[in-house]
């Protein structure tokens, strides 16, 4: 699957799941998109491998890679409402990134 396929799969089930029957705005989507990201640390600070997928209920996948694939997920539906070409965007910065100095802008980490 590209990218593009996955922005488009990923916001259409948005759609038929229910998540968009009302207009949802940046701010909205950013903070669920950051609180998968909370979700992946709350995981990483209860002990969870970065690489182990574990099951609490018989069928729901669970742990950091589950919940990085719900940040991929999120970033692909709010592209996908609001046409934003993420598969571009991706290429685009990578490109600039290639030429940019080490450890660019004078930071530790």
Known sequence: MNIKQLVDD?????????????KREIPELLCLIHSE????????RNGHSPTKI???KADKPEGIPIELADVVIRIAD????YG??????????????KDR??????KVC
């Open 10 to 22: 990923a916001h259409s089930n948005g759609k038929k799941k229910g998540w968009h029957e009302k």
């Open 84 to 97: 934003i070409d993420l598969q571009d965007a991706i290429e685009e910065k990578m490109s600039y990134n």
């Open 37 to 44: 990201v909370s979700e992946a640390l709350e995981e990483y």
């Open 101 to 106: 100095p080490y450890r660019h802008g004078g």
């Open 78 to 81: 709010l592209c996908g409402l």
């Open 54 to 56: 574990y099951y609490k």
